[in-house]
């Protein structure tokens, strides 16, 4: 056990405190990182004197670390195990898998070995996938376990695997898998930094201009048209030096992983989108911020801001252009999935739990700091290179006319060849599941997941739809932040609509009513029906009017989509709740 | 002169200041939208959406924080705003107990929300704190309505005593790693008690003479914690 008495020895801790002497509550989440990566958790005397370094209220402390799952303030091993349990790693046995693990170890979810060495925990979607089973050790991400390879998981030797691009990889994720991800140079010769010279050379108008014309709708979920939120944000008042660009590359929907595939294998490519956004803006600050669950991608990153920096690719004059000043900063989310929600990844920016806040104001006008902030999510920008390199006219000759150039899908379920892939818009569901394999082993698909847990549910005389905004909306099903998760007739839906239900229990931030009280009620009524007892008469109506409530009322699009899953499954198959 | 909307609620015409709450237009022509988590005085979050209208939007409005903007045509109580109200409050009486909320049992009869619906589902269990001389905190009646916290911070008092715990629906209120009252910053202003909308933060006094206790000896013991914490102060 760990001994919670010993005293904690606070000299450790001054090298860090002395760091960020002079700074705000805005550096709390990488102080807080910086401090449990020395004690493996947050001990009260070094929150106290987080607290006195940055000025922040010690009770204000204690809300931020008690929201985000990663920062624990009860003794915590500093290796934690994070095993993933959401759908696609429980379809393939994620439960076995987690079994094994604690029979070896000896202890359950949320508990620390007798010698205080590991903290075992099940974990929402770690957004890999199209590896399924995964797991973190640490800091190192692991696929594909079974239960009998679980001694190598534990002693570090299971092959760690790498993301890799599939379909027709020609745009976004052209030199994934092609380029060194950790050399400026390797980038430069597959083309790097050719858009940012080709975009200072068009000047900000001519830029905003092309991004209205490239059609790029936002690829975070919310479909907002890129060049309208840059040219907002450059209408918005305020100097560069008071306008921020910012990355989300939280990625916590269940289900995807393509921005993954991107942050990790292409992170010069993040990097330099960044800059061609802060171009057509006119900001001055530029933050990433990455799940905590992405280590990998976070040490890429920051690497490449640095090689940049150094290159003079970012910082002053950049390109040599007088005025043309931008940096970024790298920022480190800690378990949270509604950080990803636009304003609430502003509050955890700045300190505070991630609570979203009521929109309007905008981002575009009231953003991070309450400044005119352009918010893209990672794929948009590095959709806007290719447009770029490769031109508009390239670029609209692939697709539909409403929906020119590619999009990224995230394969994974029961399917052969698992993966992110990047299509032409207007291919088929049933194409691009075609296109990954089809169902392994002849089987039947029953159902597809569109969109990601805050998706749709889809019956296979539905997966003919062609993927294109256009369809998409006119038959109600989002294409999301691109989930194609298949499920074979198998496939047992009333777990998969419990473990959706359990994820938004686990992740609704509690602000409004609905969604902290609804997404409870929905996730217990599916526990009981896929678990214990099945339904009963009256479910069926109590989770419509639960769904609807959610929807209608939720302060966000947390809340307002929770019942997605649950309320699509039951239009197609009201007796999953019979 | 200041800009004015103009916009129709529950039919009738009405013209507003630009920047009006729905509530506070509503309320101007006799309308009244129910409120749990608004409070006068206090900055608005739009915690509970009981306040929740049909604009024909995407999806409804929380009147207590949403603007009114020409050419709303807004419903206070269409089948489909009752419905949400009535779910909202049959899980919030699911999750905790509203023996001291006089007005949201009002809602209940009002909404006519089942109260026996969600009998199955978890509440949101807590301690009562008995920890300081002047209030009791009963977190089993606490709705979560941020109040007691707002005056304790930016909304008034700048003590910075409360916050949170959890968060969904195991948010609780919370205090820096859960001290009692008397080992934080709190200077037993009152404010969080007044501001209150349940009876999750009750004076001592009262919630001793509720358990029949003498008033000599409330008088006793409340004056000696406050004795007891002058010394402290002192030493
Ligand atoms: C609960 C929730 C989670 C979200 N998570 C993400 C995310 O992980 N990544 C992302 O890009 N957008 C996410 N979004 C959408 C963002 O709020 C925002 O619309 C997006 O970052 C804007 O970038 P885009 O226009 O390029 O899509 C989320 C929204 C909600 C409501
Ligand atoms: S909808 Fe859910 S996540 Fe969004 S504010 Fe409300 S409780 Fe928080
Ligand atoms: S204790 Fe009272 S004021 Fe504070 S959040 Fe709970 S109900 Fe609101
Ligand atoms: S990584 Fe397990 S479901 Fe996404
Ligand atoms: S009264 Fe409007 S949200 Fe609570």
């Known amino acids: 056990m760990i001994d919670t008495t010993a005293s904690i020895d606070l000299s450790q801790l001054e090298p860090v405190l002395t760091k960020y002497n002079g700074r705000r509550r805005e550096a709390l989440l990488p102080l807080l990182h910086e401090a449990q990566a020395i004690y493996g958790w947050l001990p009260g005397a070094v929150q106290e004197a987080i607290g006195k370094t940055l000025r922040v209220p010690l009770a204000d402390i204690h809300g931020v670390v008690e929201f985000y799952s990663m920062f624990y303030s009860e003794p915590t091993a500093r290796r934690v195990i994070r095993v993933c349990e959401d759908p696609a790693c429980s379809l393939a046995n994620a439960q076995g898998v987690m079994a094994a693990i604690e029979a070896k170890l000896g202890i359950h979810h949320g508990e620390t070995s007798a010698d205080g060495l590991v903290t075992l925990e099940h974990v929402p979607c770690l957004g890999m996938c199209e590896l399924a089973p995964v797991a973190l050790d640490g800091e190192r991400p692991f696929g594909h376990l079974t239960p009998n390879t679980i001694d190598d998981f534990l002693n570090g030797t299971h092959p760690e695997a790498a993301a890799q691009p599939y379909g027709e990889p020609m745009w976004t994720l052209a030199r994934v898998g092609k380029v060194d991800p950790g050399s400026l140079d390797d980038y430069q010769t597959h083309g790097g930094y050719q858009a940012l010279a080709k975009a200072v050379a068009m000047g900000p108008d001519a830029l905003i201009e092309l991004a209205d014309k490239s059609g790029i709708l936002g690829r975070g979920g919310a479909m907002f048209p890129l060049g309208r939120k840059w040219f907002f944000t450059r209408g918005a008042a305020g100097k560069p030096s008071q306008k921020h660009i910012v990355v989300n590359a939280d990625e916590s929907e269940p289900g995807t992983f393509k921005d993954r595939c991107l942050l990790e294998e292409d992170p010069f490519a993040v990097v330099e989108a960044t800059t061609v956004a802060a171009l057509a803006v006119g900001a001055e600050n530029g933050w990433i911020f990455v799940r905590g669950e992405y280590p990998r991608a976070v040490s890429r990153l920051r690497e490449a801001v640095r090689q940049a920096r150094d290159a003079g690719y970012l910082g002053r004059n950049i390109l040599g252009q007088e005025g043309f000043n931008f940096d970024i900063e790298v920022r480190v989310g800690a378990g949270a999935y509604i950080c990803g929600e636009e304003t609430a990844l502003f509050e955890a920016i700045e300190g505070k739990r991630g609570f979203p806040r009521i929109k309007p104001p905008f981002p575009t006008t009231h953003g991070l700091f309450g400044q005119p902030t352009s918010i893209n999510n990672v794929e948009t920008l590095v959709a806007v290179l290719s447009v770029l390199t490769q031109g508009l006219e390239a670029w609209q000759a692939i697709g539909t006319a409403k929906s020119p150039g590619s999009k990224l899908f995230c394969l994974s379920g029961h399917v052969a060849k698992p993966g992110v892939y990047e299509i032409p818009f207007g291919k088929t569901i049933r194409e691009l599941i075609e296109m990954a394999g089809g169902v392994p082993g002849g089987k039947a698909i029953q159902a597809v997941l569109m969109g990601g847990a805050a998706g749709a549910f889809v019956k296979p005389d539905e997966l003919d739809m062609p993927l294109t905004y256009e369809d998409a909306r006119s038959r109600n099903i989002p294409l999301g932040s691109g989930v194609v998760m298949v499920f074979d007739e198998t496939a047992d839906l009333r777990q998969t609509l419990y473990e959706l239900s359990r994820f938004f229990a686990h992740e609704s931030c509690g602000k409004c009513f609905p969604c902290q009280l609804g997404s409870q009620r929905q996730m217990e009524i599916w526990d009981r029906i896929a678990h214990n007892g099945g339904a009963k008469a009256t479910d069926k109506q109590v989770l419509l009017d639960v769904g609807f409530t959610m929807t209608e009322t939720s302060l966000c699009g947390l809340g307002q989509t929770a019942a997605s899953a649950v309320l699509t499954a039951l239009q197609r198959w009201p007796e999953l709740a019979e | ?235």
């Open chain 2, 1 to 235: 002169m200041s800009e004015t909307v103009t916009l129709k609620i529950d039919g009738r015409e009405v013209t507003v200041p630009k920047g009006t709450t729905i509530l506070d237009a509503a309320a101007q022509i006799g309308i009244e939208i129910p409120v749990i988590c608004y409070h006068p005085h206090l900055t608005a979050n739009g915690l509970c959406r009981i306040c929740s209208v049909d604009a024909g939007f995407r999806t409804q409005l929380a009147a207590c924080v949403t603007a009114c903007a020409d050419g709303m045509d807004i419903q206070t109580r269409s089948e489909d705003v009752v419905r949400g109200r009535r779910t909202i409050l049959e899980m919030l009486n699911s999750t905790i107990t509203l023996d001291e909320a006089p007005e949201i049992l009002e809602l209940v009869e009002e909404y006519d929300a089942d109260t026996g619906r969600f009998a199955e589902g978890k509440r949101r269990e807590s301690p009562v704190y008995d920890d300081n001389p002047f209030y009791i905190r009963d977190y089993n009646q606490c709705i979560n309505c941020w109040r007691c916290v707002q005056v304790c911070a930016d909304d008034a008092q700048f003590t910075y005593a409360l916050s949170f715990d959890g968060r969904g629906f195991e948010t609780r209120i919370g205090t820096f790693q859960g001290y009692g009252m008397t080992d934080t910053t709190c200077v037993f202003c009152g404010q969080c008690v007044g501001a209150c909308p349940t009876g999750a933060l009750k004076p001592k006094r009262q919630a001793l003479l509720e358990q029949g206790i003498d008033p000599d000896e409330i008088f006793y013991q409340t004056r000696r914690g406050r004795k007891k914490r002058s010394e402290e102060a002192g030493g």
